[in-house]
């Protein structure tokens, strides 16, 4: 998977937008103001920060090298996924599985505008 395919798995789950908050190097993928992925632009190795639950998160960085905890964020809530180095379909599931966490996360009356609600 690269950056773009990256970007438009992002972009293609229901009501996704982005933005660039943090400057011209990263872009947010936002549900409803909330943010489930931040993906670096300039960096040597592609990564980008994931939002999962703190078992979650623990679970895969045991498992996998290419996920680390975030530089920049919460550390158990969030982990830097190198993407480069998973399977596009397996990058995919986790991009999912952050935005259903946040979905989650929305209040009911929120969520039911959600079709994955």
């Not at 908050?21 to 990564?47: N, S, Y």
């Not at 960085?61 to 982990?79: C, E, F, L, M, V």
């Amino acid at each position: 998977m690269d950056i773009e395919q990256v970007r438009e798995c992002a972009l293609s789950l229901f009501g996704v937008t982005e933005d660039m908050p943090f400057g011209d190097d990263f872009v947010t993928f936002r549900i409803e103001g909330k943010i489930f992925v931040c993906l670096c632009l300039g960096a040597d190795h592609p990564w980008f920060a994931l939002k999962l639950p703190p078992d979650r998160n623990e679970e895969l960085r045991a498992q996998y090298d290419g996920i680390t905890p975030a530089w920049h964020w919460n550390k158990r809530h969030w982990s830097d996924i190198h993407y480069g180095q998973f399977e596009s379909e397996q990058v995919a599931e986790w991009i999912k599985e952050a935005y259903d966490l946040v979905l989650s996360k929305l209040p009911k009356s929120v969520r039911i505008n959600y079709p994955s609600a």
